[in-house]
């Protein structure tokens, strides 16, 4: 892989928006920014028409986030894109919303709307991603879940470098791949 594949925190992002192949994460696993009052609305929006359950959430906040997210090549300091894992691909902007909507029941009118130019969705996108913490607001702690919905979440247990380091493993609960343990 050439490192200009690889975005860096100095470069312009945007190439590197399209549909990525990405092996080893839950299929319906929604990456967004957790103290994005818009952002955890679209979640309580998804999770409302969702009665099968498919998707799943983690922000980028967290530690499995934060891992998604540099596997991903989102900055999670001043992430730009939200992102959806289906079928081995991650989406990013608007092509991740239009993926998500158009799963769920009633809603898969909106698939239509991928015919329109990806520069444009984006554009749009990128006007309210700019905008989000002054239009909506934001909070200081990501939002949490009711015990009901605490399933839909993806939690992660970090193990500290020096415990990996004397040789235990992790335990993990992150869908995020690798090996988990149950904990």
Same mark, same amino acid.
């Given at each position: @892989? *050439? ?6 925190? #100095? /470069? ?10 990405? #092996? ?23 999770? /409302? ?26 900055? *999670?300091?001043?992430? /730009? ?9 991650? &989406? ?16 898969? $009118? ?14 749009? &996108? ?8 002054? $239009? ?6 990501? @939002?949490?879940? *009711?015990? /009901? ?10 193990? *500290? ?23």
């Amino acid at each position: @892989m *050439s490192t200009a594949s690889v975005p860096t925190a #100095s /470069e312009p992002r945007r190439a590197t928006w399209r549909p990525t192949a990405i #092996s080893g994460v839950r299929d319906g696993l929604i990456l967004f920014d957790g103290v994005c009052v818009f952002c955890s609305r679209w979640v309580r929006f998804v999770i /409302e028409r969702d009665a099968a359950a498919r998707f799943r959430f983690v922000a980028i906040q967290s530690d499995g986030g934060r891992a998604l997210a540099a596997r991903l090549g989102i900055d *999670s300091a001043a992430p /730009e894109t939200n992102a959806v894992i289906l079928h081995g691909q991650a &989406y990013f902007k608007s092509d991740a919303a239009l993926h998500v909507l158009r799963r769920l029941p009633k809603w898969s $009118w909106s698939g239509a709307l991928l015919g329109v130019p990806r520069p444009v969705r984006d554009w749009a &996108y990128d006007r309210v991603a700019r905008n989000r913490y002054r $239009w909506f607001g934001r909070t200081e702690v990501c @939002m949490m879940p *009711s015990a /009901e919905l605490a399933a839909r979440f993806v939690i992660v247990a970090v193990a *500290s470098s020096r415990r990996r380091d004397r040789g235990h493993r992790p335990r993990r609960r992150d869908g995020l791949g690798g090996s988990a343990a149950r904990g």
